[in-house]
């Protein structure tokens, strides 16, 4: 199953070694309310990493390693599950229109998500 939002904020921040990502469409009350979260260690040599952890819409639908691949398309972000979440059992991938962010808040928001998956599971697809 895949769940589509079109995203009104997204964000990267980075804290304390921490790497922050997320996305929302809170501003949109016509839409089922959704959010993303991506996070993990901001020093790829800390030893207390524990992986990447992903949440969506509840900390109930939260863990580590759930991601397989991030692909970043023109104003749109793919991310791919392993498998679905409590809310979501059958979810395998999440789409994340990103039109209504600014130019920079896109690049930050990739350039964090980069940071967070391996090279192999990261492409940027043309533009």
């Known amino acids: 199953m895949e769940l589509r939002f079109n995203a009104t904020e997204i964000g990267c921040t980075e804290d304390e070694g921490a790497l922050l990502c997320g996305a929302s469409n809170s501003m949109d009350d016509a839409a089922p309310y959704h959010y993303i979260i ?37 104003g749109e972000i793919t991310i791919g599950l392993l498998h679905g979440v409590p809310w979501h059992p059958d979810l395998n991938r999440v789409v994340i229109g990103c ?8 690049d930050g928001l990739v350039a964090g998500l980069r940071r967070l998956f391996r090279p192999e599971d990261f492409r940027i697809e043309s533009q």
């Open 38 to 74: 991506i996070s993990g260690c901001s020093d790829p040599d800390d030893g207390d990493d524990d992986g990447t952890y992903f949440e969506i819409d509840d900390q109930i639908n939260g863990n580590y390693n759930l991601l397989t691949s991030c692909t970043v398309s023109s």
């Open 99 to 106: 039109e209504s962010a600014t130019r920079e808040q896109f």
